[in-house]
């Protein structure tokens, strides 16, 4: 469903409420060490600005469990933001109560006013109902820009929407079209690449994404599984234990969808989890018992890079190993620069798969930076997002009432029903082709439909590989 954005309502001269995800990295004295979120905002922020409204912006930082903890105060980000907008950024001491009311009661058309961390309040996170009001009566309208808490139930992403018109803000906007056209109208062939830690925490966009992609090509520890499940022994490598059938399935899944599951042909190893770890190269049929893969190989970058180039639209999410040690980073970036020249649609989420770009100069040449870690995940799992949910439909009247009513399920039912059991449909690969446009798509529509749900099991767990020397093909290391 389209929803409807600040610029189809009238602000002017309206208090603003706007929810923006200012949870930016900080260093041990609080400076700010990465403003990528701040900057983020300033579009949704300056159109206010521009339009005259009254601007209240709220945003968590941190996890300060409800309670008042100053190492979490949004003063630094007050300040951070007025040097960018280049204007004076009030501060409330928090986010009800007398000295928010305050505030905002003496805003004029075109200030700003940033509330203090909303997560100071357990009633945020429990998402409570009065609470949820009190944020409400600050304002006329709410705008949601926080695409990265979209995920979760709060009060002040979703239950605030019960009681004042509700819709969404520039950046909110951008990530619902870009993800929505990426999934729904890939231009062909799609090439979808995962990595990072574990197969357990993508299983749900494997399943969503597999009905559509043409080509899966699988790095990171996620990786490691797979080699598992197909009877390598990995060293002591990561990999999920009781995630080697769920694996297995994929591969049987990709085989009957005609969809290229591509996995690591060779690694890059190391003999211990260090930067400073001794590093040699294996292919993946002679990965030493005292090493584990932490990057794929060059076999493996050149291998990608091809099934890369052939893309029209590409989906990637997780690094193709430990991104964080320089020694192991090449796959990541050999990736990164891959995707970036590749000239396809791009969609890029997860944060070192972003970093890996950034660090490459490279942010100008993807289609789409998703500033979202587990709500982009969630997503292209095709589940519904609360914080979307709770916006008005783009083609509804004003100040409706939404549905379903997302602002009263908690978080837990929210992470259950987004893992239901379901299957892929085993929808043939013409299938899907018939309908592919035959042009690059512009991004025009944010559907939230989920058209698959995955399968999964409950729990995970990460193992590292026993260190048997058995190399056969038909063994698994359990
Ligand atoms: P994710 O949040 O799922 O995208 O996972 C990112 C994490 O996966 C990063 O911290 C990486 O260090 C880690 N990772 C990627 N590849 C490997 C690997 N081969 N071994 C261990 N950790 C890995």
Known sequence: MIKKTFKDIDVTGKKVFVRVDFNVPQDETGKITDDTRIRAALPTINYLVKQNAKVILCSHLGRPKGVVNEKYSLAPIAERLSELINMKVKMAKDVIGSSAKGLVAEMKEGEIVLLENVRFHAEEE???EAFAKELASLADVFVNDAFGVAHRAHASNAGIARYIPAVAGFLMDSELIALSN???NAEKPLVVILGGAKVSDKINVISSLMSRANTLLIGGAMANTFLVAKGYNIGFSKFEEDRIDVAKSIMEQAESLNVKLVLPVDVVAGNSFAPTAKRKNFTIDKIASDYQALDIGKKTRKLFEKEIKKAKTIIWNGPMGVFEFKKFRKGTLA????????????????????????????ANKVTH????????LKFLEGATLPGVAMLED???PSKTKKSPDFSKIDNKTIAKNSVKKATVSAKPKENAKTTVPSKKVEPK????????TAKTSASSKTTTASKKSATTKSKTNK
């Not at 930076?369 to 982009?376: C, I, K, P």
């Not at 529509?445 to 698959?452: E, H, Y």
């Open 445 to 452: 529509t944010a559907s939230l439909k989920a058209t698959t």
């Open 182 to 184: 990426a999934v729904n």
């Open 369 to 376: 930076l998703s500033t979202g870690g587990g709500a982009t």
């Open 335 to 362: 990736v990164a620069k891959a995707v970036a020249k590749s000239g396809a649609v791009s969609i890029v989420g997860g944060g070192d798969s972003v970093a890996a770009i950034q660090e490459l100069g490279f």
């Open 394 to 396: 783009k083609d509804a």
């Open 126 to 128: 429990a998402n409570d």
